[in-house]
């Protein structure tokens, strides 16, 4: 068989040309395509990562921490509580050991991590849990978000679904200890709903963490049994949440 001449060889041997440069410009204009659409899409979508955190948030709408410059005690547990603002077993909840919960977590021996669910919005005309959730993290940027939570459940309207005014959920803010140049900000917050698309991520990732009704309470990542006698403790037993949670094993 003939062997190829040098000609041939030199030809076989070269690197092969690469694509045009007009072929390249074109694929990475496709590409910058590609991936401005990607970008609209995600924006459209109002990812959480997005909303506007307040002070002490979680991001993604993971909760919000009640005191987040509070030291942890060594051992302190974390708490996760789920409550809607026009629930009213969150409400028992709160008469019966809402106090509590907050001294301990102002003293650093638990970690409290507040979650604001507005589901009931679904069930009853109009945004009330919304509203009022994004309230309530307006009081947070105040330094005043477990206080503020404590005087919405202590005004709770005694018809599930009558909601509260935007007059309501303002003056709430003065009851919490809000004043001065704090309260014209908060009150501006409010009315704007600054914190809207956080309130509604909450809710979203409140079901991702398998919560379907309130209220609902984790002790260190492990949720308590509806049904059990711990959870039955903090519904029906003043002051019973420290026992509770000093025995939990999960």
Known sequence: MPRPDAA?????????QGPSKALIAALIATVLVIAGFA?????????????????????????????????????????????DFQCPYCKRLETHNGEQMQSMAAAGKVKLVLHVKTFLDGSHPGDNSLRAANAAYCAA????????????????????????????????????????????????????????DY???????????GVTGTPTVFIDGKELDQYGAEYGALMSQDNSFESVVTSFKG
């Open 8 to 16: 041939e060889r030199l030809k076989a041997s070269a690197p092969r």
């Open 199 to 209: 309130a509604e991520a909450t809710e979203t990732q409140s079901g991702k963490d």
């Open 141 to 196: 940027d105040a330094g005043k978000f477990p206080q503020y939570h404590s005087t919405v459940f202590a005004n709770q309207p005694a018809t599930e679904g009558e909601g509260y005014t935007d007059d309501q959920l303002t003056s709430f803010g003065k009851d919490a200890g809000i004043s001065g140049s704090a309260y014209d900000t908060f009150v501006k917050c409010v009315s704007d709903q600054k914190y809207k």
């Open 39 to 83: 970008a609209f899409l995600v924006t459209q979508s109002g990812g959480s990562d997005n909303a506007a955190v307040p002070t002490g948030g979680i991001t993604g709408g993971k909760g919000v921490v009640a005191y987040p410059d509070v030291k942890l005690q060594s051992g302190a547990k974390t708490v996760d509580v789920y409550e």
